[in-house]
């Protein structure tokens, strides 16, 4: 059975660096993998943005430091690799979230994922439908080329998703602006882009799966506008289902209200697991509650969609109209006037890639009055 690896850890890296070194070689023990002389492993960390490790957006780079560490003791040649969200040029983020430092003096190749290369969603040589909808996947072709992956999540919130974790972490594997065109041909449908984030993971299988849970994000992640929160734990597993599985479990979520967990149980990936280590369970996790609730007759579904849809909120006085949000923007759905934003929301497809780049904390989730009322009334019902 598959086995999640659940350990409490800090930043000290005295301290990490054992811990790291002892989960990878659970992990492939569990599974029967070895890392051995001369494999190419890509490292892929959790890069959205430049930001400072105590910001919690991105993967802590002593976690990264010590699996490159783990790969050279092996003989492996490590490579660490990610396509981030933000306009932040590779290298400079690298520098300002800490990684560089870390790194520092170490033989490993650090650069951004660049080139993509057709896949079939295969699995086993078998084709992967109907249960995924994808057929053909453009991936970063260092990650399908590689003999090894090394997955390393951040722990964070997501407003679209709920969570990010293992499985969604692999969706930095598709190169650049590709991304964006993605979230603008699902649009708000969880459905189908879990099913799509499901499907990569099925092609690339990540051997060793460890999230960074030590200092995570609540609130509206998993830009600046999360709340970091500090967990004081590493998880991992050969298997990167299990472990979201887990996760939710720690947190008090229900294992299938993410919508990755949901879509991998209806693929057939989602296997059984048992927990080796002491699980701590975590109180109050803040969560982000977003509703999708595009309904009704034609004619008035646009009224109903954004009366009765979260969506993207500029905040008076934060925003610095640096362009970040119009840029990402999939739908071309915010303007800049130079005074101030306005947004589309007929356009707006609720990604929130606009909230994950603002590095001013200048965009909230709005609620409309008219969604409040009904989810207060609903709460009253639920509690009777
Ligand atoms: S405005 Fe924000 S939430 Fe809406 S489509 Fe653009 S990036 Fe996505
Ligand atoms: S909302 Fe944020 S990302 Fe968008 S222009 Fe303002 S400061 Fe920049």
């Known amino acids: 059975m598959v086995k999640v690896f659940v350990k409490e850890s800090a930043y000290d890296y005295a301290v990490l660096r054992k811990d790291m070194f002892d989960m990878m070689a659970a992990i492939g023990e569990s599974s ?7 494999q190419r492993v890509i490292i892929k960390p959790n890069l959205l943005t ?3 490790p105590d910001k919690a957006l991105t993967t802590h780079p002593l976690i990264i430091k010590a699996a490159v560490e783990y790969v050279l003791e092996k ?3 490590p490579q660490v690799s990610d396509s981030h969200a933000s306009f932040t040029k590779f290298p400079r983020l690298i520098e300002e979230c800490g990684i560089a430092g870390a ?7 650090i650069k951004e994922f660049t080139v993509s290369k057709k896949v079939l969603s295969t699995r086993g040589g078998k084709e992967f439908t109907p249960a995924s909808r994808y057929n053909t996947l453009e991936l970063a072709e260092d ?13 964070k919130t997501h407003t679209q998703m709920g969570l990010t974790l293992a499985v969604k972490n692999l969706f930095g594997c598709v190169v650049g602006r590709r991304k964006p065109q993605w979230h603008f041909n699902l649009g708000e449908n969880k459905e189908l882009f879990a099913g799509l984030l499901v499907t990569i993971y099925s ?10 849970g030590i200092l995570g994000m609540e609130g509206d992640g998993p830009g600046t506008a999360g709340i970091p929160r500090h967990l004081g734990v590493i998880m991992g597993s050969s298997n990167a289902v299990a472990l979201d599985m887990a996760v939710c479990r720690m947190l008090g979520a229900e294992e299938m209200s993410l919508p990755t967990n949901k879509a991998a149980s209806d693929m057939g990936l989602a296997d059984e697991f048992t927990i080796s280590g002491e699980m701590k369970y975590v109180e109050n996790f803040i969560i982000p509650t977003l509703t999708s609730m595009v309904f009704g007759p034609p004619f008035a579904r646009k009224i109903l969609r954004n009366n ?3 969506h993207p909120k ?7 109209l640096c362009n970040e949000c119009v840029k990402i923007c999939p739908a071309q759905a915010i303007t800049n006037d130079a005074k101030r934003l306005h947004f589309d929301y007929d356009k707006c497809i609720r990604c929130y890639c606009c909230i994950e780049v603002c590095p001013h904390k200048a965009i909230r989730v709005y609620q409309p009055l008219a969604l409040k009322s009904i989810k207060k009334i609903s709460k009253v019902f639920h509690t009777r």
Request: hydrophobic share 45%; net charge negative.
């Open 32 to 38: 029967s993998v070895r890392i051995s002389a001369g």
């Open 50 to 52: 430049s930001a400072r």
């Open 75 to 77: 003989g492996a040649l």
């Open 103 to 109: 790194l520092n003096g170490l033989p490993v190749d």
């Open 143 to 155: 990650a399908l080329e590689a003999d090894i992956i090394i997955n390393l999540p951040k722990l």
């Open 203 to 212: 092609v690339l299988r990540p051997e060793i799966n460890i999230i960074d």
């Open 308 to 310: 009765l849809t979260s």
């Open 314 to 320: 500029n905040i008076e006085g934060a925003c610095k």
